[in-house]
């Protein structure tokens, strides 16, 4: 794997300033990704946006209390934690990094 830093980017700013939505329309621009939260309700919360937005078998949830994991996932909603490290993605995002 290599990493291009023309493809890094961190959105940062405020509570409240749209980063997170930012994400998540960036995250459904590309053919597959996952998207680590730091709680488990923000990530269920994000999930069934986008089970609404794409449908259900195309969507992923997993935290430490649930997993919901059809075949076809192409998507993965996370806390971070819980975040597999096994997949070939196009798009990888981090809510809320911290130390």
Excluded: W
């Excluded at 794997?1 to 890094?8: A, F, G, T, V």
């Excluded at 059809?70 to 981090?94: G, H, N, Q, R």
């Amino acid at each position: 794997m290599s990493l291009d830093d023309s493809k890094l980017f961190a959105i940062l700013g405020p509570t409240n300033t749209g980063k997170t939505y930012l994400a998540f329309e960036r995250l459904l621009s590309y053919k597959s990704g996952i998207f680590g939260f730091p709680l488990r309700l923000l990530a269920r919360e994000n999930y069934e946006k986008a089970v609404r937005k794409i449908g259900l078998n195309h969507v992923a949830l997993i935290t430490g209390e649930e997993k919901i994991f059809p075949k076809e996932a192409k998507y993965f909603f996370c806390t971070v934690e819980s975040m597999p490290i096994d997949k070939e993605l196009d798009f990888v995002a981090v809510d809320e990094i911290q130390m």
